[in-house]
């Protein structure tokens, strides 16, 4: 017994065994479950690296969003044709997609074709290499006799690195595997494809959508498995995807919902993450590579790679006298003859060792069956270690879609499709049973990829379709809120005219045009303490100021607001007066100058005809304002009425003024360019300083005063030398009441004005101010709804609600700083359920409504700088426009637009806007000291 022991011993120690050797030699590769388990974990570091948007341009590992937002659902249907470009095989399909109902999903048949890309092509000039991709596509669809005449829809694999922007779009980052052609890097390779399609010619092709061949692994396998979610390719490259919630991709807007990543996670390691995993041969497989330094982890794992790694160690234990003896054939210093098929075949389970040998025999080597057996297992360590890599990297993407979900065991589907995955007798296997063995809390099901991609790039593409058509649809709605440079300049002029017709006295005009008896603009010399009363809107203002004479920065102000409750703005207007003298009465408690009698101005922001300045007769509502018995009145004596009939205070209303007026007043307080006074706001107004001489009516007016006054001729030419301009409220919300803007305006616009209190009127206003953009935005979102292109073709109570949409909600949406998630749940507020795409198509409504509103201003205010110019007889004119109101100064980009619009549209005039920081109710004060000061010369 003893002396067989020592037989065996002693033949053990002679004839070492062979697989022993190959260990020892390679044991660099032979990774333990503790360096995997370390390898994850870089990797997972590697992918926050690529995900966060300040590493991003300097990780290894990209993470390339891929503008996929959801696997299949079912409800993908139509008719593609598919291009595949980037595997071992370059393919042309037709494929069929059936819709499904619900979870049973639908059917796909798909028809393919095969072409050779000759080497000279991979590597020569980029456009050739997509000449020849184009003119396959056109040979397949002669040969499958599918109309040339047609226009049909495209999906694209492209199993490369792209930086996409969108589904259709896809900026080549750089080759890898057996491709470099010239040319391409940095270029959006869809266009690239569309123009080699145009070049060709004789097809109608809408190139819809570019998509990894992971991602379109992934979707392919989806389209059967629901919690496939993962996408992974072993062939010639290597690479995985997988689904991510947005809120971790930085370089996509938007927070809500998941996104596909491309992880590129062939680029691991090649910042050196690996540097202590890699061995010799490594490296001579990089530096013999099309693409050294780059592509590490694939050079360590895909098919290009795994015969070349087995023949350098093959070679070097030859040289080192560990194989054949120590001989060395002239083949066996080939590269690339040992490929991956041969890695496979030695492999095979039973017939292993013969593929081996004659594998060997065929490089002209003579290997004993030691040398065939350690031959074999070079092989398995190599591949073996392949897939040990892919398990380390799968369990870093597994780890974070649990940690994701924050699920204790994760139930999920990964697709793989790739010729080592496909053809290694052993690689499934043992890739599955060490992910298994990483990660025992999840049970993680692979799914073959049956069908290639293309099944999946063509469900991408039928989404992107449905996509597309929307966007389509979404932007010929908009089209009629977009202004192009010869409407504006129409509406300069017909503001113009506008502005013209109304000094006449002859003849309506729909601009009004009155006269506000206020002559100057203030010198600094105002002082003393006044009451300001300003209704304008929703709410009422009681202010007192204080002007000290020469200090114009030391003004003392108080103020209280009070609300006007809607019964009171469409009640009597006896009640709407008692309400106005009430909170006067409150606001002199407040002060404790009850008895003070102050002079007071009043900010009356409705068109009123005057006579002087301290009369105002109410011409008509607007805003939504309807208080019976107002229209044809004074407001000014309405007010004193009040007054008296409370008779717990006095006051001497000096003037009522406009608040365009009051702005422009309180704006020129502090700058004497100021001669214009604009309102942005709930309504819109200008009003300006016109020369008297060509104010008509108020001539007329004038002679007549003179003449009951019977004043000499010397103190009238002193009042006319004082007053040659005088403001004008434009009141040019009513442009386009005679018809003038029907040409731009829109349905939703005439919707919103046979809905409003005063239909027919204010039509220019109602394009433009506050108090009617959001109701335009809800009519659009209405009809877009309807048509299925929103909120799911959900009409809901929310969007049939009048006025749902306030200024400040548009100022919200639009702004710049705010995320997805942010409008979404702004949306949410005012009881809009949404996702994602539907914030972005709301955002774009309101920008398209805004835009005109801003636009439309900027003509209007184009109108009235050039009048003033040529008032003047000037080249060129400087001017400053007062102005307020919560448009102007909240949203975020009608101030800008408005600007730029009147700079271009009347270019001879530099036009500085100055908002107003009190109200217009200093205005009003001011206009009162004024009127005191005049009185008391
Ligand atoms: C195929 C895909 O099924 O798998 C290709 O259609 C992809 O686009 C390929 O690149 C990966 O495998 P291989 O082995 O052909 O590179
Ligand atoms: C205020 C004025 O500053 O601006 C009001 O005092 C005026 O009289 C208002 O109507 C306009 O802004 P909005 O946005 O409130 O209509
Ligand atoms: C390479 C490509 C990658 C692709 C992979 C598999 O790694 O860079 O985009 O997915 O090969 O084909
Ligand atoms: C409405 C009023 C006008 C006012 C403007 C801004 O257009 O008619 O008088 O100036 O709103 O408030």
Redesign the pocket.
């Known amino acids: 017994m003893f002396a067989v022991h020592l037989v065996s011993f002693f033949f053990t120690k002679l004839k070492e065994d062979p697989t022993k050797k190959v260990d020892r030699f390679l044991h660099a590769m032979r990774l333990h479950d503790d360096q995997l388990s370390d390898i994850s974990a870089r990797f997972q570091a590697e992918m926050k690296k690529g995900l966060s948007e300040e590493s991003n341009a300097a990780a290894s590992v990209r993470m390339l969003p891929t503008h996929v937002r959801s696997t299949p659902d079912g409800s993908e249907k139509g008719q593609f044709l598919a291009l595949d470009l980037?595997?071992s095989k370059f393919k042309v399909l037709q494929v069929k997609v059936r819709e499904g109902m619900g979870i049973r999903k639908g059917g796909v048949e798909m028809d393919e074709k095969i072409y050779s890309i000759p080497k000279e092509l991979r590597n020569g000039r980029g456009t050739e290499l997509f000449d020849h991709v184009a003119e396959s596509l056109k040979d397949f669809l002669l040969e499958k006799n599918i109309s040339l005449e047609k226009k049909h829809p495209l999906a694209f694999t492209f199993?490369?690195?792209c930086e996409q922007s969108a589904l259709n779009q896809g900026s080549l980052i750089s080759w890898?595997?057996n491709y470099r052609a010239r040319g391409l890097k940095g270029k959006d390779v869809v266009q690239v494809l569309r123009e080699s399609i145009d070049r060709t010619g004789g097809m109608d092709i809408e190139v819809l959508a570019m998509v990894?061949?992971?991602v379109a692994t992934m979707m392919t396998c989806g389209f059967d498995d629901q919690n496939c979610e993962v996408g992974l390719?072993i062939?010639?490259?290597?690479?995985a995807c997988y689904m991510e919630e947005l809120r971790h991709v930085d370089l996509v807007e938007g927070d809500e919902g998941r996104m596909c990543v491309?992880t590129?996670w062939?680029g691991f390691g090649d910042d050196g993450a690996l540097s202590d995993y890699i061995t010799e041969f490594d490296r001579d497989v990089d530096a013999a590579s099309n693409n050294p330094g780059k592509?590490i982890f694939?050079k360590m794992i895909?098919g290009m790679y795994l015969g070349e790694l087995v023949r350098l160690v093959v070679l070097k234990m030859a040289k080192v006298g560990k194989l054949f003896d120590g001989r060395v054939s002239d083949a066996l210093r080939i590269k690339g003859k040992i490929s991956t098929a041969h890695v496979a075949a030695m492999e095979e389970y039973k017939t292993g060792l013969t593929n081996t040998r004659n594998i060997l025999e065929e490089l002209d080597l003579t290997p004993s069956e030691d040398d065939c057996i350690a031959v074999q297992h070079i092989s398995t360590i190599v591949s073996f270690r392949s897939s040990n890599l892919v398990a380390a990297g799968l369990a870093a993407i597994l780890t974070q879609i649990k940690k994701n979900r924050n699920q204790r065991d994760l139930r999920i589907t990964v697709g793989v499709d790739?010729t080592v995955y496909k053809t290694h007798p052993q690689y499934p296997k043992r890739l599955h049973k060490v992910v298994r063995r990483l990660l025992p809390e999840c049970h993680v099901r692979f799914v073959l990829s049956e069908s290639g991609s293309s099944k999946g790039a063509a469900l991408v593409t039928a989404v992107a379709q449905r996509l597309a058509s929307r966007r389509h649809q979404v932007d010929e709605t908009l089209s009629s809120f977009r202004l192009s440079q010869e409407q504006l300049k129409l509406v300069k002029a017909r503001m113009r005219a506008g502005l013209e017709a109304g000094l006449k006295t002859k003849g309506h005009s729909a601009i009004k045009m009155l006269p506000s008896f206020v002559y100057h603009t203030p010198d600094g010399t105002e002082h003393g303490k006044y009451l300001a009363l300003d209704l304008g809107g929703t709410n009422f203002r009681a202010m007192l100021v204080n002007f000290r004479k020469g200090l114009q920065q030391n003004t003392r102000l108080y103020h209280k607001i009070y609300t006007i409750p809607l019964e009171i703005m469409q009640g009597t207007g006896e009640e709407l007066f008692d309400h106005l003298a009430q909170c006067v009465s409150d606001f002199l408690d407040y002060m404790g100058m009850k008895n003070a009698r102050l002079p007071a101005g009043f900010t009356f922001s409705f068109p009123c005809e005057q006579t002087a300045i301290d009369t105002g007769t109410l011409v008509s509502w607007t805003k939504g304002f309807k208080a019976t018995d107002c229209e044809g009145h004074d407001v000014v004596n309405m007010l004193r009425e009040a007054i008296k009939r409370r008779n717990d205070f006095e006051l001497d209303i000096a003037a009522v003024v406009n608040d365009t007026v009051g702005t422009m007043m309180s704006c020129a307080y502090e700058d004497p360019q100021c001669e214009i006074g604009m309102i942005a706001g709930t309504g819109t107004n200008v009003c300006y300083m016109e020369e008297v001489k060509n104010i008509e009516k108020t001539e007329q007016k004038k002679e007549k005063t003179d003449e009951d006054k019977g004043t000499p001729d010397e103190e009238q030419d002193k009042a006319d030398a004082e007053m040659l301009k005088m403001c004008i409220n434009t009141e040019w919300g009513g442009l386009g009441d005679d018809g003038s803007l029907d040409d731009i305006i829109t349905p939703y616009d005439t919707e919103v004005d046979q809905n409003s209190v005063n239909p027919g009127k204010q039509r220019f206003e109602k394009l433009t101010s506050g108090m009617y953009l959001g109701e335009v935005v809800r009519h659009v979102l209405l009809d877009l709804t309807r048509g299925s292109l929103l909120f799911r073709g959900h009409v809901t109570e929310a969007l049939k609600t009048r006025d749902i949409f306030q200024t400040k909600y548009l100022s919200q949406i639009e702004s710049d700083r705010l995320a997805l998630l942010q409008i979404r749940s702004i949306l949410q507020q005012l009881g809009l359920e949404g996702n994602c795409d539907d914030s972005i198509i709301v955002k774009e409504v309101c920008g398209a409504v805004s835009r005109r509103a801003a636009q439309l201003c900027g003509a209007g205010m184009a109108a009235v700088v050039d009048k003033i110019r040529e008032n003047r007889g000037l080249d060129h004119l400087d001017i400053t426009v007062g102005v307020d109101g919560a448009l102007y100064k909240l949203h975020p980009h009608f101030s800008g637009i408005l600007k730029e619009t009147a700079k271009v549209m009347a270019p001879q005039c530099n036009v500085t806007f100055l908002p107003s920081e009190e109200g217009s109710g200093k205005g009003a004060a001011l206009i009162t000291a004024v009127v005191r000061k005049m009185q008391e010369m």
């Open positions: 980037g595997g199993s490369f690195p890898s595997k990894n061949d992971t390719i062939g010639t490259g290597t690479n491309n590129e062939g592509q694939e895909s790739g």
